[in-house]
């Protein structure tokens, strides 16, 4: 009988107490590596670990098996200490077949952890992965730590007697991986065999299947001499309360319908599936008691139409796609800004141009959502720096939607929206709430202006169904106060400028830009998006060689906060990373007339904090 | 205790604008017929709403004083679609024209119809681009010439009533410009209908393509010309009614009365059919093919709603899982405390 993690926590091996470590599991897209990753990164956080976490999948569905193109990876980091990335390197790699490898070897530390499912590098599995030799026998891997385990062997082994083909055998491979990376790690199986109850219960001997392999993969650690010694993560000195590990369009989902409570509205969600954004449409779409309405449309123009639509009605209407679809968006949300409706529109970005790189990650389409409408046609747009700041970033969308009547672009991006981390889970009760006024009933007989505005410029919004208060909206320019279809040049002038002023208004609304680190010094790294987690770690990895160095991340994109110009004067050097060729770059030059320098990247991946250290420290010389 | 609701004349839904369509134009007629119906409806103007695309017809919602949005080129199906899932109390009209709605239109306005929301789509078919000075549109005759084919369209036209019918649309129904009382009857039953109603109108752009429907419209010769549809009844038609449709196989045929043929040799309409084959065979009877064309109602069935089983779901979900909890829903599944 095998002894579980839960009844023998105490090896008979050495540990050693790690900091912490990053470990990437791959294997062919069918091989399950991405429950794998999940599945690690929840039991890590339930030791009390900070974790980060870095899917990375091809776009195909199921790519020829054995592929190199079918490689699909999850990396997690998960530390004692505060940590704001998944790791630039692994310390750890898990490679279910040749191909898996080949592609991910040069991310492996010298003298880091490599676990190969040795059944795998065979004649054919070699071939698909266009190894002239095996790597195993070359002496090619000799700077690793290479474990080489018959995994496939193992699995079907452990699965023996109860029935299953030797295609479901394998299926349960990657619990036989899963099993023997916890042990390696110090982390405990009760997570993973509880999700194995939820999720297979209903299918026992598969379930059992799993459980076996799971503790197979454990125990092969725990009894092979291969492994002399395991580690241990203590958990980290995180913010006091309870956690839950969040994935990014998650808690973009909730922070919606959070949002949607907090101002007394349903919320309606018009969408049309597009990598990476569809996970969020899957999220609200459970979630109908909270009174969501989820539609998936036609296609992308529809989704932005029918949001327009549910706006003008009354709801709290939100649309969410990845840049393909906000160029198909384009008309609509011209229309949706000149009606001065407030709605959110969503961008999770991809790698671009055209169908670019789905899977992955990139910031391409800031230009795109700042200028890509014809006419003047200014929108306010929010990022969000991370998973758990999804769910702030998605509340106040709505908030400022709503405040100034117009339409609100929230950008994400791939690597935020799939990667996850610890959410510290508020009371909702004390979240803020987001108040809203509708004009009332006017029996006056006099004809309702739909275009007169409050302080801020912002409009009513009147809904249909309010007596005396019918009132038509549209595309065409319209007379200022009375909304009537109007061609007079002296009104468009005075309608283009007011609807830029009131964007501009905005600057006085949110909070102003907080600097980490000297207010004054000899360099700024300025930021925005899901470089947040690189750009921090590397500023601190510099603050703390004691460089003068500081970051702002800028969470709002249009209008920049009021004292950004300011900010940017105390600095000698402002240096921008960003996943694209220098997009928001532009943008501080054209509005600041600063010279800032560029660290561009374009390859579909996350900065690696080494590369940030790297570029600070040469501009300081 | 009930409310009185005030009795609305035409006058009422006239809104305050210039009326700006060109002299003569066939709009003017469906914009009267409209304003003349919607107060026999008895819905409140404040729960009326009109959404359009682009083109001349798309002008329409300024000139009702109920709520409207006059939104872009083709997408009208789509706004109103967003609007009635989350507001199945108002009433939505889109008034769409060939072009608008068979055009650059053409995916939103069949997927409106496929998924039979409650709303009423009415499509204003003159055959030309107007608004863009007479270009040909997808409804104009093969071999047509205007500006933009000077040596005659060479694309097949479409046909609106084939296509909603092929999209198994739960209401269809075609009428005339300047058929008046049957235009207002029309667009009453469309009101009616619980679904998707879609109703083609024959309009006359007098500037860039008059007469395109004379042969239906003309005094003297729409009786020859077209064939009102009346459910249950046999398809006859003519000044004199001495002519019917018979089919012949699955081939509609024309048959003088008389000599041997009655009235129960001739078909019988039959709107409330769930097979749409039917109505999709009279949608085909076109007049260059020498038969009358039909006007009236071609289909009017019961199906499922969109916007009533949308929100059947989420009063289902309440009811089943109670009120939305954010609290609950935070802390669900695999959760830490770090003290």
Redesign the interface.
Same mark, same amino acid.
């Given at each position: 009988m095998s002894v579980s993690a839960e009844e023998n926590p105490t090896s008979v091996k050495q540990t050693i107490v790690l900091e912490g470590a990053t470990v990437r599991l791959c294997g062919d897209s069918g091989d399950g590596m991405q429950l794998a990753g999940g599945q690690l990164t !929840?039991t890590s956080?339930?030791l !009390?670990n900070d974790v980060a976490t870095f899917p990375d999948f091809p776009a195909e569905i199921r790519a020829p098996r054995g592929t190199l193109a079918g490689v699909s990876g999850f990396q997690v980091h998960f530390s004692s200490q505060d940590i704001f990335t998944p790791g630039d390197s692994l310390n750890a790699l898990v490679a279910m077949n040749p191909a898996a490898l080949k592609t991910n070897l040069a991310d492996l530390d010298p003298g880091g952890a490599l676990i190969v499912n040795k059944d795998a590098f065979d004649k054919k599995g070699l071939g698909l992965a266009k190894y002239d030799t095996n790597p195993l026998e070359d002496d090619s891997l000799a700077d690793y730590q290479l474990f080489e385990v018959p995994m496939t062997q193992l699995t079907r082994t452990a699965v023996e007697g109860l029935g299953l083909s030797v295609k479901e055998a394998d299926r349960c491979r990657n619990f036989f991986a899963m099993g023997l990376v916890y042990w390696i790690y110090g982390r405990k199986l009760d997570?993973t065999l #509880?999700f194995i109850e939820d999720k297979f219960g209903s299918r026992p001997s598969v379930a059992e299947a799993n459980r076996r392999t799971l503790t197979a993969g454990w125990n092969y650690g725990e009894t092979t001499d291969a492994f002399v010694s395991n580690y241990k993560v203590e958990?980290a000195k995180?913010?006091? !309360?309870?956690?839950?590990?969040m994935v990014g369009n998650t808690a973009l989902a909730?922070g919606l @319908?959070?949002a949607a409570?907090k101002s007394g509205k349903?919320l309606?969600y018009?969408t049309y599936p597009i990598t990476p954004a569809s996970d969020i449409l899957h999220e609200l779409s459970k979630?109908?008691?909270? *009174?969501? #309405?989820t539609?998936q449309?036609?296609?992308e123009?529809?989704? @932005?139409? $029918?949001?327009?639509?549910?706006?003008?009605? !009354? $709801?709290m209407?939100i649309t969410g796609t990845s840049g393909p679809g906000i160029a198909l968006k384009g008309?609509?949300m011209g229309?949706a800004m000149i009606?001065e409706l407030p709605m959110i529109i969503i961008n999770v970005q991809r790698g671009g141009p055209s169908t670019g790189l789905p899977t992955k990650t990139e910031q391409s389409d800031l230009m795109q959502v700042m200028y890509g409408r014809n006419g003047e046609s200014p929108i306010p747009i929010i990022s969000a720096s991370g998973p758990s700041d999804c769910f702030d970033v998605a509340q106040e969308a709505w908030r400022l939607a709503t405040r100034f009547m117009t339409p609100v672009i929230l950008m994400t991006d791939g690597y935020i929206a799939n990667g996850s981390e610890p959410w510290l889970?508020?009371?909702?009760?004390e979240?803020p709430e987001i108040p809203i006024e509708h004009p009332g009933p006017n029996d006056s007989g006099e004809?309702f202006l739909p275009y007169t505005r409050n302080e801020r410029l912002a409009r009513p919004w009147a809904l249909?169904?309010?007596?005396?208060?019918?009132?038509?909206?549209? *595309?065409?320019e319209k007379e200022d106060i009375t909304g009537?279809?109007c061609y007079d040049p002296d009104n468009h002038e005075h309608m283009t400028h007011t609807r830029a002023k009131k964007v501009a208004l905005i600057a006085d609304d949110i909070p102003p830009q907080a600097v980490n680190g000297p207010e004054k010094g000899d360099l700024l790294v300025l930021s925005w998006g899901g470089t947040y987690g690189s750009c921090t770690t590397a500023v601190r990895a510099c603050q703390e060689q004691g460089l003068s160095v500081g970051h702002a991340h800028l969470r709002y994109l249009n209008p920049f906060p009021a004292n950004l110009g300011t900010i940017l004067d105390n600095y000698k050097t402002i240096l921008m990373p960003e996943l694209n060729l220098g997009q928001l770059q532009s943008l501080i030059r054209d509005r600041y007339l600063k010279d800032v320098v560029g660290l561009n990247k374009i390859q579909g991946k996350p900065f690696a904090v080494a590369e940030i250290v790297t570029k600070i420290k040469q501009l300081l010389g | 205790m009930t409310t009185e609701l005030p009795v609305l004349k035409a006058g009422d839904f006239a809104s305050k604008q210039d009326v700006r369509w060109c002299p003569g134009c066939g709009d003017y007629s469906i914009l009267a017929q409209m304003k003349k119906m919607l107060p026999s409806l008895g819905v409140p103007r404040e729960k009326i709403v009109f959404i359009s695309g682009i083109g001349c017809s798309s002008r329409f919602p300024y000139y009702m004083n109920t709520y409207g949005i006059h939104s872009i080129h083709g997408r009208a199906p789509a706004l109103a679609t967003g609007l009635k899932c989350v507001r199945p109390d108002l009433m939505v009209w889109v008034i769409t024209g060939d072009g608008d709605g068979l055009s650059i239109g053409g995916n939103h306005l069949i997927h409106a119809i496929r998924r039979n929301l409650n709303i009423n789509i009415v499509l204003f078919n003159n055959r030309i681009y107007g608004l863009t000075k007479g270009q040909y549109s997808p409804t104009s005759p093969l071999g047509k010439t205007t500006k933009s084919t000077p040596m005659g369209a060479i694309d097949n036209p479409l046909h609106p009533l084939s296509i909603a019918i092929g999209c198994e649309g739960t209401f269809v129904a075609r009428s005339i410009d300047t058929h008046i009382k049957h235009l207002e009857k029309t667009l009453k039953r469309a009101a009616e209908h619980q679904g998707t109603a879609f109703v083609e109108v024959y309009q006359n752009c007098n500037v860039f393509n008059d007469k395109a429907w004379e042969y239906a419209s003309d005094r003297d010769t729409k009786l020859e010309n077209t064939i009102e549809l009346e459910h249950g009844k046999p398809l006859i038609f003519g000044a004199k009614r001495d002519k019917g449709i018979r089919l012949n196989g699955l081939e509609p045929e024309v048959v003088e009365l008389g000599k041997g043929i009655t009235e129960d040799d001739l078909l019988f309409h039959d709107e409330k059919s769930t097979e749409p084959s039917l109505a999709y065979l009279l949608s085909r009877m076109r007049h260059e093919d020498g038969f009358p064309e039909p006007i009236g109602v071609f289909r009017a069935i019961d199906a499922p709603l969109y916007d009533v089983e949308l929100n059947r779901q989420v009063a289902h979900a309440r009811e089943k899982k109670g009120e939305g909890d954010l609290n609950k829903l935070f802390n669900s599944g695999e959760t830490w405390t770090v003290s």
């Amino acid at each position: 009988m095998s002894v579980s993690a839960e009844e023998n926590p105490t090896s008979v091996k050495q540990t050693i107490v790690l900091e912490g470590a990053t470990v990437r599991l791959c294997g062919d897209s069918g091989d399950g590596m991405q429950l794998a990753g999940g599945q690690l990164t !929840g039991t890590s956080a339930q030791l !009390g670990n900070d974790v980060a976490t870095f899917p990375d999948f091809p776009a195909e569905i199921r790519a020829p098996r054995g592929t190199l193109a079918g490689v699909s990876g999850f990396q997690v980091h998960f530390s004692s200490q505060d940590i704001f990335t998944p790791g630039d390197s692994l310390n750890a790699l898990v490679a279910m077949n040749p191909a898996a490898l080949k592609t991910n070897l040069a991310d492996l530390d010298p003298g880091g952890a490599l676990i190969v499912n040795k059944d795998a590098f065979d004649k054919k599995g070699l071939g698909l992965a266009k190894y002239d030799t095996n790597p195993l026998e070359d002496d090619s891997l000799a700077d690793y730590q290479l474990f080489e385990v018959p995994m496939t062997q193992l699995t079907r082994t452990a699965v023996e007697g109860l029935g299953l083909s030797v295609k479901e055998a394998d299926r349960c491979r990657n619990f036989f991986a899963m099993g023997l990376v916890y042990w390696i790690y110090g982390r405990k199986l009760d997570t993973t065999l #509880r999700f194995i109850e939820d999720k297979f219960g209903s299918r026992p001997s598969v379930a059992e299947a799993n459980r076996r392999t799971l503790t197979a993969g454990w125990n092969y650690g725990e009894t092979t001499d291969a492994f002399v010694s395991n580690y241990k993560v203590e958990p980290a000195k995180l913010d006091p !309360g309870k956690y839950k590990n969040m994935v990014g369009n998650t808690a973009l989902a909730w922070g919606l @319908m959070a949002a949607a409570k907090k101002s007394g509205k349903e919320l309606f969600y018009g969408t049309y599936p597009i990598t990476p954004a569809s996970d969020i449409l899957h999220e609200l779409s459970k979630h109908k008691n909270f *009174g969501v #309405r989820t539609f998936q449309a036609e296609d992308e123009i529809a989704a @932005m139409c $029918s949001t327009i639509g549910a706006a003008f009605a !009354g $709801s709290m209407a939100i649309t969410g796609t990845s840049g393909p679809g906000i160029a198909l968006k384009g008309e609509a949300m011209g229309l949706a800004m000149i009606l001065e409706l407030p709605m959110i529109i969503i961008n999770v970005q991809r790698g671009g141009p055209s169908t670019g790189l789905p899977t992955k990650t990139e910031q391409s389409d800031l230009m795109q959502v700042m200028y890509g409408r014809n006419g003047e046609s200014p929108i306010p747009i929010i990022s969000a720096s991370g998973p758990s700041d999804c769910f702030d970033v998605a509340q106040e969308a709505w908030r400022l939607a709503t405040r100034f009547m117009t339409p609100v672009i929230l950008m994400t991006d791939g690597y935020i929206a799939n990667g996850s981390e610890p959410w510290l889970i508020p009371n909702a009760d004390e979240l803020p709430e987001i108040p809203i006024e509708h004009p009332g009933p006017n029996d006056s007989g006099e004809q309702f202006l739909p275009y007169t505005r409050n302080e801020r410029l912002a409009r009513p919004w009147a809904l249909p169904g309010t007596a005396g208060l019918m009132h038509r909206v549209g *595309g065409l320019e319209k007379e200022d106060i009375t909304g009537d279809v109007c061609y007079d040049p002296d009104n468009h002038e005075h309608m283009t400028h007011t609807r830029a002023k009131k964007v501009a208004l905005i600057a006085d609304d949110i909070p102003p830009q907080a600097v980490n680190g000297p207010e004054k010094g000899d360099l700024l790294v300025l930021s925005w998006g899901g470089t947040y987690g690189s750009c921090t770690t590397a500023v601190r990895a510099c603050q703390e060689q004691g460089l003068s160095v500081g970051h702002a991340h800028l969470r709002y994109l249009n209008p920049f906060p009021a004292n950004l110009g300011t900010i940017l004067d105390n600095y000698k050097t402002i240096l921008m990373p960003e996943l694209n060729l220098g997009q928001l770059q532009s943008l501080i030059r054209d509005r600041y007339l600063k010279d800032v320098v560029g660290l561009n990247k374009i390859q579909g991946k996350p900065f690696a904090v080494a590369e940030i250290v790297t570029k600070i420290k040469q501009l300081l010389g | 205790m009930t409310t009185e609701l005030p009795v609305l004349k035409a006058g009422d839904f006239a809104s305050k604008q210039d009326v700006r369509w060109c002299p003569g134009c066939g709009d003017y007629s469906i914009l009267a017929q409209m304003k003349k119906m919607l107060p026999s409806l008895g819905v409140p103007r404040e729960k009326i709403v009109f959404i359009s695309g682009i083109g001349c017809s798309s002008r329409f919602p300024y000139y009702m004083n109920t709520y409207g949005i006059h939104s872009i080129h083709g997408r009208a199906p789509a706004l109103a679609t967003g609007l009635k899932c989350v507001r199945p109390d108002l009433m939505v009209w889109v008034i769409t024209g060939d072009g608008d709605g068979l055009s650059i239109g053409g995916n939103h306005l069949i997927h409106a119809i496929r998924r039979n929301l409650n709303i009423n789509i009415v499509l204003f078919n003159n055959r030309i681009y107007g608004l863009t000075k007479g270009q040909y549109s997808p409804t104009s005759p093969l071999g047509k010439t205007t500006k933009s084919t000077p040596m005659g369209a060479i694309d097949n036209p479409l046909h609106p009533l084939s296509i909603a019918i092929g999209c198994e649309g739960t209401f269809v129904a075609r009428s005339i410009d300047t058929h008046i009382k049957h235009l207002e009857k029309t667009l009453k039953r469309a009101a009616e209908h619980q679904g998707t109603a879609f109703v083609e109108v024959y309009q006359n752009c007098n500037v860039f393509n008059d007469k395109a429907w004379e042969y239906a419209s003309d005094r003297d010769t729409k009786l020859e010309n077209t064939i009102e549809l009346e459910h249950g009844k046999p398809l006859i038609f003519g000044a004199k009614r001495d002519k019917g449709i018979r089919l012949n196989g699955l081939e509609p045929e024309v048959v003088e009365l008389g000599k041997g043929i009655t009235e129960d040799d001739l078909l019988f309409h039959d709107e409330k059919s769930t097979e749409p084959s039917l109505a999709y065979l009279l949608s085909r009877m076109r007049h260059e093919d020498g038969f009358p064309e039909p006007i009236g109602v071609f289909r009017a069935i019961d199906a499922p709603l969109y916007d009533v089983e949308l929100n059947r779901q989420v009063a289902h979900a309440r009811e089943k899982k109670g009120e939305g909890d954010l609290n609950k829903l935070f802390n669900s599944g695999e959760t830490w405390t770090v003290s």
